[in-house]
């Protein structure tokens, strides 16, 4: 079992930046091949980014890359979006998840496990 609280999110102008950070509890975190989604009203979840179980690879949709950089700590069991140069249109909620595999990384019903989420609301 993994509980996963998603945390940084907040109001920034267009062009500014914020980093998220999702905590994971449990002792098998650095197994679980992480993922950030979000949902803007009245929209579908989209993939954001993901990360496997080391760091290694790492995986963005077509319209963060470039801005947005996901890594992980798995000492400190979180993982984080870094996303720069933020665009009104990427105000959402931001859902961090966990997978047993990264096979399809974009695809929500890999992961497992789910947070929350966090707000994001970006301001032209």
Known sequence: QVQLVESG???????GSLRLSCAASGRTFSSYAMGWFRQAPGKEREFVA???????????ADSVKGRFTISRDNAKNTVYLQMNSLK?????????????TLRLPASLYQYDYWGQG??????S
């Not at 993901?50 to 963005?60: E, L, Q």
């Open 88 to 100: 009104p249109e990427d105000t959402a909620v931001y859902y961090c998840a966990a997978g047993s």
């Open 50 to 60: 993901a990360i496997s179980w080391s760091g290694g690879s790492t995986y963005y």
């Open 9 to 15: 999110g907040g109001l920034v102008q267009a062009g």
């Open 118 to 123: 966090t707000q994001v609301t970006v301001s």
